[in-house]
């Protein structure tokens, strides 16, 4: 079994004891060597950026570093640099995770820059329309909280589209499972419910509320399990309430691995 690598439990540790330059230090050493060319297996994208999650907020040097880094990254992104790193063999985290624009979006995500990512999609729009068509799924949320309703409403697609797979799939797949599995169901429950409420934010922002309410019904009409029709309510309700879930499920294996 891959073990972690133990900068990232440093940071974790130091973050905890509220060491926040020991931690900053070690994140900064681990991000670099994860966008070079010999990243360590044991090294998992998803853990770095959750630790960045956990420190930048409330420590302004970390939230001034992690601006930094996302600076460049949209520099390269821009210069046509579309892959973060190289995989590493083993990495158990999910595919996109080493995609650039992914990675920048996640940033903005932690800083709370929405307008970032907006500007970012803008310039991909204007370089190469094709090519920021195929990551428009992943700034949906920073143009809605942008106001941008418009171009969301161009590029949303059908927000009922993954009903009938997650339907199929509640029927064999566990929504958590164990021993590290990849959360799948609820990977694509968290994907379903926010393209409805992207497509919900986006009908009202353009004034046609009656719309978004039907959508809402179809959404929750359309899912066979109560389970999972409890949660797409609890995600509508509070958005995060799924991807928080999947992060303690993975956060619980990645720590509980050796060390």
Not at 30 to 49: C, N, Q, R, W
Not at 174 to 185: D, K
């Amino acid at each position: 079994m891959r073990k972690t690598d133990p900068r990232l439990q440093r940071a974790a540790d130091a973050c905890e004891a509220g060491r926040h330059d020991e931690a900053l230090a070690a994140l900064l050493e681990v991000f670099a060597e994860l966008d070079g060319p010999g990243a360590s297996a044991g090294i998992s994208v998803f853990f770095t950026m959750f630790m960045w999650s956990r420190l930048a907020p409330d420590y302004a040097p970390a939230r001034d570093a992690l601006a930094a880094l996302r600076d460049e990254q949209v520099r390269k992104l821009l210069a046509g640099d579309e892959r973060f790193g190289v995989d590493a063999e083993g990495d158990s985290g999910y595919a996109h995770m080493r995609e650039r624009f992914a990675i920048v979006v996640d940033m903005n995500e932690i800083l709370g820059d929405p307008a970032s990512t907006r500007a970012m999609f803008i310039e991909l729009e204007r370089q190469d329309p094709v090519r920021a068509a195929r990551r428009s799924w992943q700034v949906m949320k920073a143009l809605v909280d942008t106001g941008d309703f418009a171009r969301a409403d161009r590029y949303r697609g059908d927000p009922l589209r993954l009903l009938d797979g997650v339907n199929l799939d509640a029927r064999t797949l566990h929504l958590f499972p164990p021993a590290g599995g990849a959360p799948r169901l609820a990977a694509d429950m968290m994907n379903l419910t926010n393209d409805v409420r992207i497509g919900m934010a986006v009908l009202r922002g353009l004034g046609r509320a009656d719309e978004a309410e039907a959508l809402r019904t179809a959404l929750l009409d359309g899912l066979e399990s109560p389970e999972l029709r409890a949660l797409a309510e609890r995600e509508l309700h509070a958005p995060g309430t799924i991807n928080r879930e999947i992060t303690a499920h993975r956060i619980a294996y990645e720590t509980s691995r050796p060390k």
